[in-house]
T-cell receptor
Framework: ETGVTQTPRHLVMGMTNKKSLKCEQH?????MYWYKQSAKKPLELMFVYNFKEQTENNSVPSRFSPECPNSSHLFLHLHTLQPEDSALYLC??????????????FGSGTRLTVV | GQQVMQIPQYQHVQEGEDFTTYCNSS?????IQWYKQRPGGHPVFLIQ?????EVKKQKRLTFQFGEAKKNSSLHITATQTTDVGTYFCAARFGNEKLTFGTGTRLTIIP
């Protein structure tokens, strides 16, 4: 375990479904992130939360809706997704959004398939 | 936004050969980090470089940060099958968020 736990590990959903991805970190970090990783593409930053406040939304479509109730939990609510949204969704945390020494700690990811 | 170029995209080496991946930026970086992602896994933080010309070693891995803080390299000596994976650099410009490179996928021929 990395200290960042993501559930579920795998998710298959129809385009009309609503589902949520969950991320929990036990590292005492203050910043949390959602990344999308598609084949042959670099890691795409989606959202950044620092001390529960959203500090960045990287032009993500509104069918992705993040929620951060506290510094340890992060959710990504999904609705009316498209097949091109199929990807590995990674949650990460860090001590802060700036100048941390030890890098980001990533969860194991949720492999999402939209059918 | 700021970009960092990483090359090569793929590298196939015979076991025991050396491997190097490079990251380049057109602007000065505050620092650069390196991550490894095993097949089917998630990125794992390896190291952070901050100072101009800095060189750090982790066993067979050598990380360098250029004098101008615009480029960095990761060199693996005498590759082993456990080195298989994708290596990402992640650059920080000023106090901005990390910008990840496209990664170099390393495969080892036994």
């Amino acid at each position: 375990e990395t200290g960042v736990t993501q559930t579920p590990r795998h998710l298959v959903m129809g385009m009309t479904n609503k589902k949520s991805l969950k991320c929990e970190q036990h590292l005492g970090h203050n910043a949390m992130y959602w990344y999308k990783q598609s084949a042959k593409k670099p890691l795409e930053l989606m959202f950044v939360y620092n001390f529960k406040e959203q500090t960045e939304n990287n032009s993500v479509p509104s069918r992705f809706s993040p929620e951060c109730p506290n510094s340890s939990h992060l959710f990504l609510h999904l609705h009316t997704l498209q097949p091109e949204d199929s990807a590995l969704y990674l949650c990460a945390s860090s001590q802060s959004t700036q100048g941390q020494r030890y890098g980001y700690t990533f969860g194991s990811g949720t492999r999402l398939t939209v059918v | 936004g700021q970009q960092v170029m990483q090359i090569p995209q793929y590298q196939h080496v015979q076991e025991g050969e050396d491997f190097t991946t490079y990251c380049n930026s057109s602007t000065t970086l505050s620092n650069i980090q390196w991550y490894k992602q095993r097949p089917g896994g998630h990125p794992v933080f390896l190291i952070q470089l901050v100072k101009s010309g800095e060189v750090k070693k982790q066993k067979r891995l050598t990380f360098q940060f250029g004098e101008a803080k615009k480029n960095s390299s990761l060199h693996i000596t005498a590759t082993q099958t456990t080195d298989v994976g994708t290596y990402f650099c992640a650059a920080r410009f000023g106090n901005e968020k990390l910008t990840f490179g496209t990664g170099t996928r390393l495969t080892i021929i036994p």
